[in-house]
């Protein structure tokens, strides 16, 4: 691992990363977590996010920015302080996800990948986020809400914007 000075991460983060090279047998095998803790930390994976994680695993940046153009849950731009992630694979679509996406477009005022304009709120349409049981579902950041109506999601939103939803602090 590269030993890197002045490092734009959080100084928990640093050292998470310190451990996490040492956890796996390959030190590239640490990409994936990494990104996704630097995602948590910065808000996005920015240029000089993928910069300083390629010299901390010796690797190009093109290899970082292959990875990370192949998973959809990383940020190449900043998400609102809380992420809708609505779901409308198979379980959510028949229950009303597609309902549920576009009324949150509605409500928010912006479509997929979008940002309110106070950067309060992002929106994306994702495929599974694991919970067909209760469907529909919408995961705001970690937090899953389930057996949504439009009613139900407005409220959701309505205790986000307030300070109010389940993750806050």
């Not at 490092?7 to 990363?17: D, E, H, N």
């Not at 948590?40 to 994680?53: F, K």
């Not at 979008?114 to 929106?123: A, Q």
């Not at 579902?137 to 309505?158: R, S």
């Amino acid at each position: 691992m590269a030993a890197i000075s002045n490092s734009i991460f959080s100084p928990a983060t640093a050292a998470r990363f310190d451990y996490l090279v040492t956890i796996y047998p390959v030190q590239r095998s640490a990409l994936v977590p990494m990104l996704l803790y630097a995602q948590d930390d910065i808000g996005y994976v920015s240029d000089e996010v993928v910069a300083e994680i390629a010299k901390r695993l010796d690797l190009l940046e093109l290899d970082v920015r292959n990875v990370l153009s192949y998973y959809s849950m990383l940020r190449t731009k900043p998400a609102g302080k809380y992420n809708v992630q609505v779901c409308t694979n198979i379980s959510c679509m028949l229950r009303g996800g597609f309902e549920l996406l576009d009324h949150c477009k509605h409500k928010l005022g912006i479509g997929h990948k979008g940002v309110t304009e106070d950067g309060l709120f992002s929106l994306e349409e994702v495929e599974c986020i694991g919970a067909c049981c209760w469907a529909p579902a919408v995961q705001v950041n970690y937090d899953f809400h389930e057996n949504l109506t439009p009613a139900k999601i407005d409220q959701v939103l309505e205790d986000y914007a307030a300070g109010r939803g389940t993750d806050v602090k």
